[in-house]
């Protein structure tokens, strides 16, 4: 997984994607851009519905966008590669729409306000490299994990990111 080179020529969505998420990041740092218009924030979501498409491409920290991006490149291009960029597209503006919506939902039923950053469609982006390749090892900082243990993983992280904020727990 990943590419041999950076070329953008097999990958340009996930290209576009670490390239939105670094621009949003110097804008919002020289405040030329208030983060608040591009971030989803439950509930509230329907009232700014264009923040169901742009959450995924703000990054406010240079460590989460250095992190996005390497994860993105490698997970993503592997499945824009696969799939091609149309489909991947398709698929990844659904994943970020519906994980939108299933947030405003949740926070509507609990009662809970949240912030929603780009970590949430990449999770369902990983999710879906490891169901399609669930042999493939990834080295995960010096650990190797083969993806369908990393998927329940990422299955963990979610949950427990989220269901932090449920007064059910």
Partial sequence: ???????????????????????TLVLFTFR????????????????????????PLVSTDILGMFFYGLWIYFIGSALER???TFNYA????????VSGISMEIGA?????????????????????FCLLMPYETIILFIFPIQARWLGLLEMAIVFFTYAEHSPLL
């Fill in 1 to 23: 997984f990943g590419s041999a080179n950076f070329s953008t020529q097999e990958t340009p969505l996930t290209w576009g994607l670490i390239a939105a998420n670094f621009i």
């Fill in 32 to 55: 030329v851009l208030d983060p608040s218009w591009l971030m989803l924030s439950v509930p509230g979501a329907f009232a700014r519905s264009w923040t169901l498409l742009t959450y």
């Fill in 82 to 84: 696969a799939w091609g």
């Fill in 90 to 97: 398709i698929f990844f503006v659904v994943v970020a729409v």
């Fill in 108 to 128: 509507l039923v609990t009662h809970s306000i949240l912030s929603i950053d780009s970590w949430l469609p990449l999770a369902g982006v990983t999710l879906a």
